[in-house]
């Protein structure tokens, strides 16, 4: 059985779409590669934003910094028939030498706002459109759905869970540094914590808990290993579970480091009330809550809203796989070549000419508005 690849820099020229390179043969043939401007933007908000949130350049730079058609690549497009000789040449000495200009990472943005533009000769800026258009669109995708979830959060600390739930192992990396881009406080990914620097966090799974004989039997286990850890406490009866910690601190005493107890399941708000107060009665003010359990920004928001005495989130399907939104209607599209604007008038989806740029307007250190020029 042969092993599935894996996207990397000696192959990742190819993930592109079949036209891309037609057309790149088609200009070269011509001759059509003087320095063209490419825009990327988004045509419309989805009903359920009013503002994105820049993400994915560092990965588009890194991409464009080593851009190159390998030998194997090349060899590759020249079994299939489709592509010329002198074209497969000229396309195995390629490297990007254009420039690019962009809106920084984790800046808010608008419809029609340039996230950003590729100046360079017409075949290097027309071949790397699938690529940018894949990288932009994801990872602004998450960063614009997690600054919602952290905004409902407030001061209170949201984690990444959903690396089990996103679409494969790309967005399994990328998502977590979206996330932290946007104000999400950690990760239980743990590559993403070696890759990026991001602070990793993880509590217990209810498989741990029913291995063994009873609950309080796994708790006391867990905690000669890790004792300050956080708890969870509904694999059987959420309330029951916090009174087993109760126990396990009367047990433990002057020993008992447990950080929190994790909510899954049922109505979290009155769980973390009863929790609440079961902890205080008995002392343990500093333990903390904390929920998680199909979780989004909405239930965050109404949760923080009755004043569910929560201390954090941990958010995982929803924001990992932006349940809501999962896709933008992002395009690139040419604006200029050889010094001269290009425009659409295809209808609803017309586009402005030239290179551009977006200044936002403030008043009172408040931004009121953007124009782009």
């Not at 899954?264 to 107060?277: F, H, K, M, P, T």
Request: aromatic residues 8%.
């Amino acid at each position: 059985m042969k092993r599935l690849p894996w996207v990397d820099d000696e192959n990742v020229a190819l993930l592109t779409d079949q036209y891309e390179l037609t057309m790149a043969q088609a200009y070269w043939a011509e001759g059509l590669d003087k320095r063209a401007v490419f825009s990327l933007f988004v045509r419309r908000l989805p009903a359920s934003r009013n503002y994105l949130l820049a993400c994915g350049l560092d990965t588009v730079l890194g991409y464009l910094e080593g851009l190159h058609v390998s030998a194997q690549a090349v060899a590759h497009l020249g079994s299939t028939g489709v592509f010329e000789r002198g074209f497969l040449d000229w396309l195995g000495h390629l490297r990007f030498t254009g420039d690019v200009w962009a809106m920084p990472e984790g800046t808010p943005l608008f419809a029609g706002e340039p996230l950003l533009e590729v100046e360079a000769t017409l075949i290097e800026a027309q071949l790397v459109e699938t690529f940018l258009l894949n990288q932009i669109q994801f990872q602004t995708v998450l960063a614009s759905k997690a600054v919602r979830v952290k905004t409902a959060a407030g001061e209170r600390a949201v984690v990444d869970f959903g690396l089990r739930r996103m679409h494969g192992a790309d967005a399994g990396l990328k998502a977590p540094r979206a996330f932290h881009l946007a104000g999400v406080d950690a990760t239980s990914n743990v590559l993403a914590g070696q890759m990026f620097g991001i602070p990793v966090s993880g509590t217990m799974a209810h498989s741990y808990v029913s291995a063994h004989e009873d609950e309080m039997a796994a708790f006391r286990a867990f905690v000669r290993s890790f004792p300050e850890s956080i708890l969870l406490v509904d694999t059987y009866d959420t309330i029951a579970g916090v009174r087993n910690v109760v126990r396990l601190a009367e047990e433990l005493g002057t020993d008992f480091r447990v950080r929190g107890v994790r909510l899954d399941s049922g109505d979290l708000g009155a769980l973390a009330r009863d929790a609440r107060r079961i902890l205080y009665d008995a002392g343990l003010e500093r333990v903390q809550i904390f929920a998680s359990g199909g979780l989004d920004e909405w239930e965050i928001r109404r949760l923080v809203r009755e004043g569910a005495p929560i201390d954090g989130f941990g958010v995982g399907t929803g924001m990992g796989v932006a349940e809501d939104s999962p896709a933008l209607d992002i395009v690139y599209k040419l604006a200029a070549y050889a010094g001269q604007g290009r425009l659409k008038l295809s209808t609803r989806k017309q586009t402005l000419p030239g290179q551009k740029q977006v200044f936002r307007a403030e008043q009172r250190s408040r931004a009121v508005g953007d124009v782009i020029a």
